[in-house]
């Protein structure tokens, strides 16, 4: 069968809900088909990426959707304007990102660009809990610790909160963990269609019965494996940790939140060579990021974060670039050199 969504659902004008990949855009696109009370088709980009490829857009503009609904991700002005084309019109953003704003005319829900309470964009489970009126509730305590856990002291009142709610359902923190991680795992991977294969999963079943599934206890494990692998590469230099390495494993996202969790006072640098694109990932406690996000998607690259990281996809002729603008955008205001020690190890440049 055709990795697309459109083999499973055969509506001739469906509702589609394009969605981040990750454990928020997971929770994200089920909050979605509960508040529309119907089956959507569920069309997350291909892992790694922030926008959708050429093929991505012509096969979603093949199913004439009657309805397009956006969650957790922050696109170029272009691509905003592209699904309200597809969905003539009828097309709703939800999004926790910062650093950039949509279209005039392009319904967009995100408390960080309209100016309301950060505390309202933990996660875009977030928004959507605050849109809708949601209670705090799994998919809701599963966005928000997929993008915020690793950073949450235990004893916060974020945290307590979190045990009062497992409490209540009868869980335990551990089993939750883990739960939040098998979300991620599919992506992980570096291959759509186990993103998709994800999404008809949890169609059918409890969310916290995938903790027994066969197939991602497997994930689990390999997963586990090339972390394990890529951070033996770890280098500290000057106020930088610094891993990089190359393989198929989209683990760049979980390595750089990982060494922030350990040091958040250092800059946490991940580089991923995939030969046909390479991954760059930077966290710290603070900087020029909404500056950075914004220029960089302005000069096309594929980038997003938000007020403690940036991400991008880089193309490997737009490697050279891409460095230069952070070097003279994030680094030289904050006065800092990127050492010629790791920046020797950044490919393509």
């Known amino acids: ?189 570096g291959r759509r269609e186990m993103v998709l294969l994800l999404m008809e999963r949890v169609r059918t079943i409890d969310l916290w019965e995938l903790l027994k599934e066969e197939l991602f206890v497997r994930l689990e494990e390999e997963i586990e494996e090339a972390l394990r692998s890529a951070e033996a590469s770890l280098l500290h230099e000057g106020p930088f940790q610094a891993v990089f390495f190359s393989g198929k494993p989209l683990i760049s996202s979980q390595l750089c939140r990982t060494l922030y969790a350990r040091d958040p006072d250092r800059l946490s640098l991940v580089v991923h060579d995939r030969g046909e694109d390479l991954q760059f990932y930077l966290r710290t406690r603070t900087g020029p990021f909404p500056e950075l996000i914004g220029e960089a998607k302005g000069m096309g690259f594929s980038a997003g974060g938000k007020g403690d990281v940036v991400g991008a996809v880089l193309k490997p002729e737009e490697v050279k670039s891409f460095i230069t603008l952070w070097e003279n955008l994030f680094l030289k205001p904050l006065g800092i050199e990127l050492p010629w020690e790791l920046k020797r190890r950044i490919p393509y440049l």
Do not use: C
């Open 1 to 189: 069968m055709s990795s697309s969504p459109a083999t499973t659902l055969s509506s001739p004008d469906p509702l589609v809900v394009v969605h981040h990949w990750d454990t928020d855009g997971v929770a994200s696109a089920l909050i979605l088909r509960e508040e529309r009370g119907e089956e959507p088709l569920f069309f997350p980009p291909s892992p790694g990426r922030y926008s959708l490829t050429a093929p991505e857009r012509e096969e979603l503009s093949s199913l004439s959707p009657r309805e397009i609904l956006l969650a957790d991700m922050n696109l170029s002005q272009e691509e905003y304007l592209f699904l309200q084309r597809t969905a003539q019109g009828n097309f709703t953003a939800y999004d926790h990102h910062g650093g950039y704003r949509a279209p005039e005319g392009i319904r967009l829900i995100n408390p960080l660009i309209s100016g309301g309470d950060p505390g309202d964009a933990l996660s875009t489970t977030a928004v959507l809990r605050r849109h809708f009126s949601r209670s705090e509730d799994l998919l809701y305590w599963l966005g928000v610790w997929g993008d915020t856990g690793f950073k949450t002291p235990d004893g916060s009142e974020r945290s307590i909160a979190l045990d009062r709610f497992l409490e209540s359902e009868g869980r335990e923190r551990s089993e939750f963990l883990r739960l939040v991680t098998l979300l991620d795992l599919p992506y992980r991977t």
